[in-house]
């Protein structure tokens, strides 16, 4: 047989293994399209829209009642419930009614007109950051408003030019602009990361699974074809498969959420070919090392916590102990993740983050360059020149 007809029935039998394993089929179909719909649809509203707050008003005074109704007014929160006592308000907090409590401190009128400093105390459910910020943000854009227009009304008394009354209450206006996430939503900020994550670890499900399956076909002495070819083609076409996946990862359901994505078809091209044939090389090498197919799903589900923890996009990586930032950078996973997030949401070019290319190439040598051993050694066993030793199986 010719060697393209050897490699064309290579081939064949390869994808029979991906398309005829209905484990594979449903982590590749079901598992991928499953996570892609169902992971971004409880945060569809993407942001936290008005929070409920109580306001504890213990100075009872008109300039008090201004204060609560200018809190009600922002688009941040809104004044749920004006509580008569402190136990009253807490309970409000723990019961869940409302996420945030203001307290209008007794003598709060006569303070501010007397020029005396005066305290606004805020309290809030942190155990969900977008929304302790939303509420902070709403009651400090009330207090920041009332103390400018006290402090004008002031200046006004005293006799000064209102001409300049303006710049000296305040003398700069800061703007702030999010520069890659515009909605300062949460599926702008998790979803390009999470979406990473998925292809990677359902590579690693799905390639690992039938690298441990063909593992054991060989040890039954079953017909197969040679080690070097079948894995070459195991690589090739998972790589092809998940850069249809990718397509359709960064460019359809990006579309559909509204995610930001900035990359050229060429460099997203380019760095998702190295990604995943860097995973896809580690994902064959795990299967090696792993001695039945389930467990490829098992080392999945032990590690996706960890990655997302120091992939450096939920927390800053140079904050990680420098001994947990190398290590976790054997995994393809971690610079996938900042090397996507960098050319697709920051609009990087790929000069700029040649660490990550630079890892996931040196990776893939590294993952490569012992399956091109382990092929070259299987051969040698299986050669009729270099019989195996007793005892050993091929």
Not at 35 to 62: C, F, H, K, T
Not at 299 to 323: E, K, R
Not at 336 to 343: A, P
Not at 365 to 381: I, P, Q, S, T, V
């Amino acid at each position: 047989m010719s060697l393209w007809k050897n490699l064309w029935h290579t081939w064949q039998i390869e994808l029979a293994h991906i398309f005829t394993d209905r484990a594979v089929l449903l982590v590749l179909a079901g598992g991928i399209l499953f996570y892609a719909v169902l992971y971004p649809l409880p945060y569809q509203r993407n942001v936290p829209g008005e929070q409920a707050i109580a306001v504890l008003d213990q100075d009872r005074s008109a300039m008090a009642r201004h204060l609560i109704r200018m809190t009600d007014a922002t688009p941040q929160v809104r004044v749920a419930a004006q509580p008569a006592s402190m136990a009253e308000a807490e309970q409000l907090l723990a019961n869940g009614e409302v996420h945030g409590l203001m307290i209008v401190p007794a003598g709060f009128e006569r303070d501010v007109y007397l020029g005396r400093p005066t305290s606004l105390s805020f309290a809030g459910d942190a155990s969900y950051f977008l929304i302790y910020g939303n509420v902070v943000e709403g009651l400090m854009t009330a207090a920041m408003t009332l103390s400018a227009e006290s402090q004008i009304i002031m200046s006004l008394l005293k006799g000064e030019n209102p001409a300049r009354i303006p710049g000296q209450v305040m003398p700069m206006r800061l703007i702030t602009k999010p520069a890659f996430n515009p909605t300062g939503g949460y599926i702008n900020y998790i979803v390009p990361a999470v979406f990473v994550l998925i292809l990677h670890q359902t590579l690693l499900i799905a390639a690992g699974s039938i690298t441990i399956k063909d593992r054991a076909r060989r040890r039954l002495g079953r017909p197969a074809p040679p080690l070097a070819q079948a894995l070459l083609l195991r690589l090739v076409n998972f790589v092809l498969i998940y850069l249809l996946f990718a397509m359709l990862y960064f460019g359809f359901f990006f579309q559909l959420y509204g995610v930001p994505h900035v990359a050229t078809p060429a460099s997203l091209l380019l760095f998702s070919s190295l990604f995943f044939l860097s995973s896809t090389l580690f994902a064959l090498w795990l299967g090696y090392l792993l001695p039945r197919p389930e467990l490829p799903t098992v080392i999945v589900l032990l590690t996706s916590l960890p990655i997302v923890f120091t992939a450096g996009f939920a927390w800053p990586a140079n904050n990680l102990p420098a001994w947990l930032d190398w290590i976790s950078l054997l995994i393809p996973a971690k610079a996938g993740i900042q090397g996507f997030l960098s050319i697709n949401q920051m609009g990087v070019p790929l000069s700029a983050i040649g660490r990550e290319m630079a890892v996931l190439l040196g990776l893939g040598l590294f993952y490569g360059g012992w399956l091109a051993y382990r092929a070259r050694h299987e051969h040698r066993l299986e050669s009729p020149n270099h019989p195996a030793p007793s005892g050993v199986s091929p």
